[in-house]
């Protein structure tokens, strides 16, 4: 058994990096759904692998869950810039899951604010 809430599948899909979920996931309200904190931890780390800057660090994070986040089955994460700059840029992930129909549809959302870092010294 691994420590982690996701293992790696494939970091070429088309999707995005696909994931599968492990059996920490699993929330207290049930077994067919995630709890929201290992869903939050995988948008952060998509946010922060984004297009990552050494200069920059990331704050100001909001996650949306959009609907129960499934347990068992293929997770697909996604990452864009929606708006780029010097000092600061606004990232963006996406998680996608099997929906009903069997194609992935979005159930959580992230977004965060990228701010330079200033030396005062």
């Known amino acids: 058994m691994t420590d982690s809430y996701y293992e790696l599948i ?3 899909d088309p999707l995005g990096e696909k994931f ?8 207290t ?3 067919s759904i995630q709890h929201g904190a290992p869903v939050s931890a995988l ?10 800057r050494e200069d920059t660090r990331l704050s100001r ?3 949306d869950l959009i609907g129960a986040v499934p347990a068992d089955g293929d997770l697909w994460v ?4 929606e708006r780029g700059g010097k000092q600061i840029e606004l990232v963006s992930a996406e ?3 099997p929906g009903p129909d069997g194609r992935p549809r979005t159930v959580a959302r992230a977004s965060g604010w990228r701010l330079g870092r200033v030396c005062l010294m």
Do not use: E
């Open 10 to 12: 494939d970091d070429a």
């Open 20 to 27: 599968a979920a492990t059996d920490l996931v699993r929330g």
């Open 29 to 31: 309200w049930s077994a």
């Open 43 to 52: 948008l952060v780390r998509a946010l922060q692998r984004c297009a990552w």
């Open 61 to 63: 994070v909001v996650v």
């Open 78 to 81: 996604s990452s864009r810039i």
């Open 95 to 97: 998680l996608a899951a």
